[in-house]
């Protein structure tokens, strides 16, 4: 019962470290397809059957994980592994070769499977900063061990204490026992995407030993080194984040009624007025909003860039798209790169639309103070003439 109690307590743990931190994860969330990553790690592990605290030879494992940062401080990730674990054993009351009180060393093949949850102590404790470059996270979590029991006879003490019995040990099947652990690591990114690991684990599992050992539960250290890869690279941005389209929505009927207006005119004076009309109504800085950390482009943009495509392909001279971002949010070199790509995709959607390259220049202004009256719209996109 006590080892239960133990190892329930560790699966716990991956729970109430989600209780603090409360204002940074309100601030910053993930989109689903964001922040996904995956992980491969190597390095030694210690096991110590808990009969007499000894521990046996290391020996090389490895693990493949998966997960998911769902801001920047809670994760979660899901971990398999594989090993031969090494342990010794001192049989008091057993013997798998013969005379009771032997000690040995034996070895057994091992398959892990962990549900870990992540906690950013990094993030939780100093803020989120996208351009740090160190991240040391906590980890808790339950799982299930993998391994085949002693497939031999062997000697028990009887009832008096007196004498052994001959008994047979196990079927040989494949078994899964429970576990827990906790444990720290540590993420060095070298890009936005790639990062190297460091990671240290304690465990405690229900023995798997069968009648090699009279301890009911198995103690494991694992220390090891890897590498993740961040699909898309590191991205949050505010939870509460939210773009009024409404009066990007009106500038675009607008726009529409204008182009439909030159359509109609008279064919003679057509070809004048809709180059005079679409300039004032197309060219004279038409914004594309964007959400706060993202340059995607959502269909509004991309029917308002499609409207401002056609009449830039019926004009000459050259065109700008200025990106900006909101000062208050992020840091300069990440605001410089949010703005490049902010002008990147708009750029790349209006050649898209056929309009030719060297009618645009790209123009990326990083982190500015507000160009409107809120945050929000700093967050922009402008096309036009100056």
């Known amino acids: 019962m006590k080892s239960k109690l133990i190892i329930l307590s560790l699966a716990l743990a991956a729970t109430t470290m989600s209780v603090s931190a409360q204002s940074t994860r309100e601030k910053y969330t993930s989109e689903g397809s964001k922040n996904i990553f995956i992980s491969a790690t190597g390095g030694v592990s210690l096991v110590n059957t808990g009969k007499d605290g000894k521990f046996g030879d290391p020996a090389p494992h490895v693990t493949l994980s998966v997960g ?3 801001n920047p401080v809670i994760g979660l990730r899901l971990q398999g592994g594989a090993w031969k674990a090494n342990y010794n054993s001192k049989y008091n009351h057993i013997s798998i070769t013969g005379a009771p009180g032997a000690e040995q060393s034996y070895n057994k093949n091992i398959g892990i499977a962990r549900l870990d949850m992540l906690y950013s102590l990094t993030n939780a404790l100093l803020g989120y900063n996208p351009d740090r470059k160190v991240n040391i996270s906590a980890f808790a979590g339950p799982g299930l061990t993998f391994a085949k029991t002693v497939h031999q006879s062997a000697y028990q003490l009887d009832g008096s204490g007196n004498g052994y019995n001959k008994v047979p040990v196990s079927d040989n099947k494949l078994r899964s026992f429970v576990n827990g652990s906790v444990g720290l690591l540590a993420n060095f990114y070298v890009s936005d995407a790639v990062s190297i690991d460091l990671e240290a684990r304690g465990e405690l599992a229900a023995s798997y030993l069968g009648y090699q050992s009279t301890a009911r539960t198995m103690g494991g250290l694992y220390f090891g080194a890897g590498l993740t890869y961040t699909f898309g690279g590191r991205e949050f941005m505010l939870a509460a984040a939210k773009v009024d389209n409404s009066a990007l929505l009106d500038e675009i009927n607008r726009l529409r009624r204008e182009l439909e207006e030159c359509r109609n005119r008279a ?7 809709e180059t005079v009309t679409v300039k004032e109504a197309v060219f004279n800085k038409t914004p594309i909003f964007f959400k706060i950390g993202s340059y995607k482009l959502d269909s509004y943009a991309k029917a308002t860039i499609k409207l401002v495509a056609e009449g830039i392909k019926q004009n000459g001279g050259t065109f700008k798209v200025q990106a900006y971002a909101d000062k208050a949010t992020g840091s300069p070199n990440f605001n410089q790169k949010l703005t490049d790509n902010r002008a990147k995709a708009v750029y790349d959607a209006l050649v898209a639309e056929g309009v030719p390259a060297s009618q645009l220049q790209i123009v990326s202004n990083g982190g500015v103070e507000n160009l409107f009256t809120e945050n929000e719209t ?9």
């Open 68 to 70: 998911k940062w769902f």
């Open 267 to 273: 064919p003679e004076v057509r070809t004048v007025t």
């Open 378 to 386: 700093t967050r922009v996109v402008i096309m036009g003439v100056d």
